[in-house]
């Protein structure tokens, strides 16, 4: 037994949300990271290079020629044992889309940031989730996250849990473009020694590519096998919930800061009429909320944390004890059921069987990155309230700070 | 309600118009009678590649709803006809759509038929053909394997020789008038016609009993459940350092146990160990990586590896060091370095005769100018049309 000499601290810094993931790959101390411009991604490579360039980061810094060749780099670097970082936003994404498709068929425990942007054309800069949703079916484990902080600690979770040999999944953070990777806010910075504490050496075992484990990965293979092999991702994947829970124990533990593993609630507890949502969304509703809490209304919010594996415990534990729920999504699901968003779908399937299913309607709000306001926020509620009030479904989809007709 | 299937057992690229033609043959023909199919190619297979063993399959029913038990399969359980334009595949065939050598019979059902075109008598066939538990008979056509249908060689009829000899093996499925009728409707050609007529009458047909047959085993393969599986898509390969079979010296590539690939081959390289300059081209340049280093530094040909496709004899900078030879000089996947470690004399002998037989035999898959099918045809002594 030895006897703590000097307590790890955590020092508070003014830094953006990419700083923040750029310096959680500094922390975690990858060994490849792979870059190509496109806003608001682009600021994270930035600083990554700024890190290295400041040696307080050794690690391979790679530009591709194109996002295709970014994903593919990290996805074979990821192969060979390195812990890699990667990332892009909208279309950029998209155009990387088979290496991603790939990097999760392989097991590849690549860690990405996704900056969300609207998808072009028209070229449009502000965010809308649909670049990162775009996976969602395919093994990444996906979360978003709403504050440089959060961004942070995400980023070494997500390091933690998609490199655990029982789940050996890739993981993409989402960022929301402009409020949060361009957004500067004090972020409590820990020390490196406390981080490795927290974050165990990769280490990909019988799977990893070396002269001295001769394997073959990516085989072409047939109906015989494929449908068990998609049977093992499914399997990874429902255990990465556990593992989700244990790295955020471990995380208070290390870092003496609790973290709510998949879902934030914000005075949900006695709350009728409850909006849900994710990423930087969650700071207008919260303002509201604590408005109309100070009117006497009973209302609140749940940010969903991680959308893969989906919290569906979580929501429905909260949500089936609400009068109304109300669906934020910063996406489009165009000719989907009652055309709402990606994440309504979710949380409507998730409540199907819920002890009590709650009256629900859906709103598609902040597209293009247009800001969510106080007046906005408030009409949510007050549609969700109405809902509440009848009893029933409201099976319009209410386009929140649209010109022109809701229909 | 009767469904009859019917499968064509091809080499890809070779022979894929022609089995293709076999099997919309049979459900035009169906048509004629009121009756509806369909025809398709095993979708695992690869046939755009060169002699890889492929399928096509025709089923014909009574009307759409009996059809529909057979649709979206990838094949059916059991088939009427088992057709074979090649005699080499009559040893089994492992396609990409499987794992392991596959018995030509494996799909005949009892009593039903496999005519292959051959020159060969049924009884050398049945030295090659896996014997199994219940009778079925053995149709032959005479000729050799044909590429009709290629772009690059002359329709010798063998497509509607088959139909000819189906409507006789099987006549429940479609009467001979139904294939003549849907061959001038297709092909617009009379001599067509006549060539169905004379193959009907022509036909030569062996009943085979069980147990009569190769008794060469049969490939079983037991597949594991998802978690028994290694997960990450990995397959191990071969350790660092590993020797010829397993020894100090030498070097052998890992290799799959149970996906060999050699039934592709229609030709096999023969090496002159004695010229050989051990240079390591044929070793570099294999596609599939079927020569083994010796601990003496010679390369051995994996027989069960090789696909025949000739790389090594054009890459080999010494004459006559590396020949292809035909299959049918072959029984087995037999090492000709352990003969020509065991038997030196034997094996020069052997060598010699075998190359010699080969001097006047072109490649099976080098065809270089327009018009060297029809002049190989001329110089065997052939015509046009050999058995119409």
């Given at each position: 037994?030895?006897?703590?000499?000097?307590?790890?601290?955590?020092?508070?810094?003014?830094?953006?949300?990419?700083?923040?993931?750029?310096?959680?790959?500094?922390?975690?101390?990858?060994?490849?990271?792979?870059?190509?411009?496109?806003?608001?991604?682009?600021?994270?490579?930035?600083?990554?290079?700024?890190?290295?360039?400041?040696?307080?980061?050794?690690?391979?810094?790679?530009?591709?020629?194109?996002?295709?060749?970014?994903?593919?780099?990290?996805?074979?670097?990821?192969a060979?044992?390195?812990?890699?970082?990667?990332?892009?936003?909208?279309?950029?994404?998209?155009?990387?889309?088979?290496?991603?498709a790939v990097t999760a068929g392989l097991r590849l425990p690549?860690?990405?940031?996704?900056?969300?942007?609207?998808?072009?054309?028209?070229?449009?800069?502000?965010?809308?989730?649909?670049?990162?949703?775009?996976?969602?079916d395919l093994g990444w484990l996906?979360?978003?996250?709403?504050?440089?902080?959060?961004?942070?600690?995400?980023?070494?979770?997500?390091?933690?849990?998609a490199e655990d040999p029982r789940v050996f999944l890739p993981?993409?953070?989402?960022?929301?473009?402009?409020?949060?990777?361009?957004?500067?806010?004090?972020?409590?910075?820990?020390?490196?020694?406390?981080?490795?504490?927290?974050?165990?050496?990769?280490?990909r075992g019988e799977f990893?590519?070396?002269?001295?484990?001769?394997i073959t990965i990516a085989p072409?293979v047939n109906e015989d096998w494929l449908m068990e092999m998609r049977k093992q991702s499914d399997a990874a994947m429902r255990r990465a919930r556990g593992v989700?829970?244990?790295?955020?124990?471990?995380?208070?533990?290390?870092?003496?800061?609790?973290?709510?593993?998949?879902?934030?609630?914000?005075?949900?507890?006695?709350?009728?009429?409850?909006?849900?949502?994710?990423?930087?969304?969650?700071?207008?509703?919260?303002?509201?909320?604590?408005?109309?809490?100070?009117?006497?209304?009973?209302?609140?919010?749940?940010?969903?944390?991680?959308?893969r594996p989906?919290?569906?415990?979580?929501?429905?534990?909260?949500?089936?004890?609400?009068?109304?729920?109300?669906?934020?999504?910063?996406?489009?699901?165009?000719?989907?059921?009652?055309?709402?968003?990606?994440?309504?779908?979710?949380?409507?399937?998730?409540?199907?069987?819920?002890?009590?299913?709650?009256?629900?309607?859906?709103?598609?709000?902040?597209?293009?990155?247009?800001?969510?306001?106080?007046?906005?926020?408030?009409?949510?509620?007050?549609?969700?309230?109405?809902?509440?009030?009848?009893?029933?479904?409201?099976?319009?989809?209410?386009?929140?700070?649209?010109?022109?007709?809701?229909? | 309600?009767?469904?009859?299937?019917?499968?064509?057992?091809?080499?890809?690229?070779?022979?894929?118009?022609?089995?293709?033609?076999?099997?919309?043959?049979?459900?035009?023909?169906?048509?004629?009678?009121?009756?509806?199919?369909?025809?398709?190619?095993?979708?695992?297979?690869?046939?755009?590649?060169?002699?890889?063993?492929?399928?096509?399959?025709?089923?014909?029913?009574?009307?759409?709803?009996?059809?529909?038990?057979?649709?979206?399969?990838?094949?059916?359980?059991?088939?009427?006809?088992?057709?074979?334009?090649?005699?080499?595949?009559?040893?089994?065939?492992?396609?990409?759509?499987?794992?392991?050598?596959?018995?030509?019979?494996?799909?005949?059902?009892?009593?039903?038929?496999?005519?292959?075109?051959?020159?060969?008598?049924?009884?050398?066939?049945?030295?090659?053909?896996?014997?199994?538990?219940?009778?079925?008979?053995?149709?032959?056509?005479?000729?050799?394997?044909?590429?009709?249908?290629?772009?690059?060689?002359?329709?010798?009829?063998?497509?509607?020789?088959?139909?000819?000899?189906?409507?006789?093996?099987?006549?429940?499925?479609?009467?001979?008038?139904?294939?003549?009728?849907?061959?001038?409707?297709?092909?617009?050609?009379?001599?067509?016609?006549?060539?169905?007529?004379?193959?009907?009458?022509?036909?030569?047909?062996?009943?085979?009993?069980?147990?009569?047959?190769?008794?060469?085993?049969?490939?079983?393969?037991?597949k594991p459940g998802w978690e028994e599986m290694k997960e990450a898509l990995v397959v191990q390969?071969?350790?660092?350092?590993?020797?010829?079979?397993?020894?100090?010296?030498?070097?052998?590539?890992?290799?799959?146990?149970?996906?060999?690939?050699?039934?592709?081959?229609?030709?096999?390289?023969?090496?002159?160990?004695?010229?050989?300059?051990?240079?390591?081209?044929?070793?570099?340049?294999?596609?599939?990586?079927?020569?083994?280093?010796?601990?003496?530094?010679?390369?051995?040909?994996?027989?069960?590896?090789?696909?025949?496709?000739?790389?090594?004899?054009?890459?080999?900078?010494?004459?006559?060091?590396?020949?292809?030879?035909?299959?049918?000089?072959?029984?087995?996947?037999?090492?000709?370095?352990?003969?020509?470690?065991?038997?030196?004399?034997?094996?020069?002998?052997?060598?010699?005769?075998?190359?010699?037989?080969?001097?006047?035999?072109?490649?099976?898959?080098?065809?270089?100018?327009?018009?060297?099918?029809?002049?190989?045809?001329?110089?065997?002594?052939?015509?046009?049309?050999?058995?119409?």
């Amino acid at each position: 037994m030895t006897t703590r000499t000097q307590t790890p601290v955590e020092r508070e810094e003014l830094i953006s949300g990419s700083e923040a993931i750029a310096r959680a790959c500094a922390l975690a101390d990858i060994d490849v990271v792979t870059a190509y411009p496109i806003r608001p991604y682009d600021t994270v490579m930035q600083f990554v290079s700024k890190l290295i360039a400041d040696g307080e980061l050794k690690c391979e810094f790679i530009i591709a020629e194109s996002e295709h060749s970014q994903f593919e780099i990290v996805k074979h670097a990821s192969a060979v044992g390195a812990r890699t970082f990667v990332g892009s936003s909208g279309v950029g994404w998209f155009y990387a889309m088979e290496a991603i498709a790939v990097t999760a068929g392989l097991r590849l425990p690549v860690v990405a940031m996704v900056g969300n942007r609207a998808l072009d054309d028209p070229g449009a800069f502000g965010c809308e989730h649909n670049d990162a949703l775009a996976v969602r079916d395919l093994g990444w484990l996906l979360t978003w996250v709403s504050s440089g902080q959060e961004a942070l600690d995400t980023a070494l979770i997500a390091w933690r849990v998609a490199e655990d040999p029982r789940v050996f999944l890739p993981c993409a953070i989402s960022a929301d473009g402009a409020f949060l990777t361009h957004a500067q806010q004090m972020v409590r910075v820990p020390d490196k020694g406390l981080v490795e504490r927290f974050l165990p050496p990769y280490r990909r075992g019988e799977f990893q590519l070396h002269p001295d484990n001769p394997i073959t990965i990516a085989p072409q293979v047939n109906e015989d096998w494929l449908m068990e092999m998609r049977k093992q991702s499914d399997a990874a994947m429902r255990r990465a919930r556990g593992v989700i829970v244990e790295a955020c124990d471990a995380f208070e533990r290390v870092f003496g800061r609790k973290l709510t593993p998949f879902v934030e609630e914000y005075m949900t507890e006695d709350a009728d009429t409850i909006l849900v949502g994710m990423g930087t969304l969650a700071m207008p509703i919260k303002v509201a909320v604590r408005r109309l809490r100070a009117q006497g209304q009973k209302v609140g919010f749940l940010r969903l944390k991680w959308f893969r594996p989906f919290p569906v415990e979580d929501v429905q534990r909260v949500l089936s004890r609400a009068k109304a729920v109300g669906v934020i999504d910063r996406d489009y699901s165009f000719g989907s059921p009652f055309h709402s968003g990606v994440l309504s779908h979710e949380v409507r399937s998730a409540l199907y069987d819920a002890a009590a299913r709650p009256p629900m309607v859906s709103f598609v709000a902040g597209l293009g990155g247009r800001e969510v306001t106080q007046p906005l926020a408030t009409e949510m509620f007050t549609i969700a309230g109405q809902v509440a009030r009848s009893g029933r479904s409201d099976n319009e989809t209410y386009w929140i700070g649209v010109r022109g007709k809701q229909s | 309600m009767t469904t009859y299937a019917v499968e064509v057992v091809y080499r890809g690229v070779f022979q894929k118009t022609l089995s293709r033609n076999i099997c919309r043959g049979i459900v035009l023909a169906a048509h004629k009678e009121g009756k509806v199919g369909t025809a398709f190619g095993r979708y695992g297979d690869s046939p755009e590649r060169n002699g890889v063993p492929a399928k096509y399959f025709a089923v014909v029913a009574d009307d759409r709803i009996e059809l529909e038990e057979s649709l979206a399969k990838y094949e059916p359980k059991e088939v009427d006809v088992t057709i074979c334009a090649d005699d080499t595949l009559c040893r089994g065939l492992e396609s990409w759509g499987w794992y392991g050598l596959q018995a030509i019979n494996a799909l005949t059902k009892e009593n039903g038929t496999l005519i292959v075109t051959s020159k060969q008598t049924p009884e050398s066939l049945l030295e090659d053909i896996h014997r199994t538990d219940t009778p079925y008979n053995l149709a032959i056509l005479s000729g050799p394997a044909s590429f009709s249908g290629l772009w690059v060689y002359k329709d010798d009829h063998t497509d509607v020789r088959i139909l000819g000899a189906l409507a006789k093996v099987l006549p429940g499925l479609v009467g001979l008038e139904s294939y003549c009728q849907a061959i001038e409707e297709q092909w617009k050609s009379g001599a067509k016609v006549v060539s169905a007529r004379r193959s009907y009458e022509q036909l030569h047909v062996r009943p085979v009993e069980p147990g009569e047959g190769s008794s060469a085993p049969r490939f079983s393969f037991e597949k594991p459940g998802w978690e028994e599986m290694k997960e990450a898509l990995v397959v191990q390969g071969v350790a660092k350092g590993a020797g010829f079979r397993g020894g100090d010296g030498g070097f052998q590539a890992g290799r799959s146990e149970v996906f060999k690939k050699f039934s592709t081959r229609t030709m096999r390289p023969v090496i002159n160990f004695e010229i050989c300059t051990k240079c390591t081209l044929c070793w570099l340049q294999c596609p599939d990586t079927c020569f083994d280093v010796t601990p003496d530094g010679l390369y051995d040909v994996n027989t069960e590896a090789c696909c025949g496709c000739g790389v090594c004899e054009d890459v080999c900078p010494v004459p006559d060091c590396i020949t292809m030879v035909g299959e049918e000089h072959f029984k087995d996947n037999f090492s000709q370095y352990d003969w020509y470690q065991r038997d030196k004399e034997g094996y020069r002998q052997w060598l010699k005769g075998i190359t010699a037989a080969q001097s006047a035999q072109k490649r099976s898959h080098g065809l270089h100018h327009w018009g060297q099918y029809q002049e190989e045809l001329a110089a065997a002594g052939r015509g046009d049309n050999d058995d119409n």
